[in-house]
């Protein structure tokens, strides 16, 4: 008898034991697993916590029951949050709340309770929104080379800011060195020459880089823009800031890979590119010289001119992607914006300031003024 009780003592404790071991393998083991298991409740379950609001294409808005879908990235866009606490008083939802474009997920990571409401919006396409938000700067009726281009000075051309690498504005407004550009245009025709479609978003860093930069090192060789130094910074390091960032894959993939002009022009450039010469495909270059000029000509007034010079330096000066292209003297040029507004021609190892250029790719929806204040948001990309 005394042996019987020993083993069913032993076969309780090993019950025990082993339900034991199944409760701390259940507990998450860290932050993130928490913060996981949290998620997949919120989405999962009709969990008051969170709410989805989606915009119609006719601009009503309803609440979306089903919490567990997120809706569609192809037709709308997560453009921003409002959150409460449990008391009701607001709290600034970017500390309780994250979200993934990405991964289609949403995460109120705080002990308190707290409420959140995501709004997604469908935007409109861009060149109608343009032409509604653009003013009279913008002009879509007739397309200068090949584009639909913002023209005037920098203080009549106020309604072309847009965001790129978040969808959420107060970020973009707080942030402009990372995420605010500015539209030069949008392209009116397919050139399939270049790689270009029709309604691609041609946009430019509203601010250059921390440094400036050499078109290249070497000025007694006649380099061209594939083996250029300032390709390599903008395809390498900047292109890999824009990588770096939440969802960067995401935001990449909306930039279009082609073939840029890099024609030689011992003219000064006018309105229209030269195109007898291409590159190889790419994402991330310069304006062209009659970017500029198409803006609103040589003239320090050009909104396109740097009023402000860059961070860490005062000079306005500023590359673009047009070759001078023939030795002068030995020495081989590239076309700059000069601190006078004009276009002139200096020697590649000068160095100088750089802005990012890069097409979108076709389909993109905007939301938003296009203001400073109130920048375009883009909505939805097909594909995506």
């Given amino acids: 008898m005394k042996k019987k ?31 996981e298991v949290q998620t997949q409740k919120i989405l999962e379950s009709n969990d008051k916590q969170l709410a989805i609001w989606v915009q119609e294409t006719n601009g009503e808005w309803h609440e979306q029951e089903d919490r567990s879908k997120w809706p569609d990235p192809s037709t709308h866009g997560f453009v921003g949050a409002e959150c409460t606490d449990s008391e009701g008083a607001t709290i600034q939802w970017e500390k309780v709340l994250t979200f993934s474009l990405a991964d289609k997920t949403a995460t109120i990571k705080t002990k308190q309770t ?92 509203a601010v250059p880089s921390n440094q400036s930069q050499v078109w290249h090192s070497d000025r007694y060789s006649d380099v061209k823009w594939d083996s250029s130094s300032a390709k390599t910074y903008l395809n390498g390091t900047f292109l890999n800031t824009i990588k770096g960032l939440a969802d960067g894959a995401y935001w990449e993939s909306m930039i279009s890979s082609h073939k840029w002009y890099n024609a030689d022009q011992t003219d000064t450039p006018g309105t229209t590119e030269p195109k007898t010469s291409q590159t190889a495909e790419s ?71 750089v802005r990012p250029v890069f097409y979108l790719q076709s389909g993109v929806n905007l939301t938003g003024e296009g203001t400073k204040e109130h920048p375009y948001i883009i909505t939805s990309l097909p594909n995506n």
């Avoid at 320090?300 to 001078?324: A, D, H, Q, V």
């Fill in 5 to 35: 009780l020993v083993l069913r003592s032993v076969v309780v404790i090993l019950i025990i034991l082993n339900v034991f071991v199944v409760y701390l393998l259940a507990i998450p083991n860290d932050k993130k697993e928490l913060e």
């Fill in 114 to 205: 707290s409420y959140c409401t995501l709004y997604f919006a469908t935007g409109e396409p861009a060149l109608d929104h343009l032409k509604k938000k653009g003013g009279s700067t913008f002009n879509s009726t007739s397309a200068v080379d090949g584009m639909y281009r913002f023209k005037g000075g920098s203080t009549a051309v106020t309604t072309n800011y847009i965001c790129f690498g978040t969808t959420v504005e107060s970020t973009c407004t707080g942030t402009p060195a990372t995420y605010m550009y500015r539209i030069i245009g949008i392209t009116s025709a397919t050139d399939n020459t270049i790689g270009l479609y029709a309604n691609q978003l041609k946009i430019i860093r």
């Fill in 283 to 353: 994402k991330i270059g310069l304006m062209y010289g009659t970017d500029y000029m198409n803006a609103n000509g040589a003239s320090t007034s050009n909104w396109l001119f740097i009023t402000n010079g860059w961070s860490g330096n005062p000079s306005k000066e500023e590359w673009t992607m047009s070759r001078y292209g023939f030795s002068f003297g030995g020495y081989y040029n590239a076309w700059y914006v000069s601190s006078y507004g004009s276009l002139s021609w200096d020697n590649m190892d000068r160095k100088y300031a």
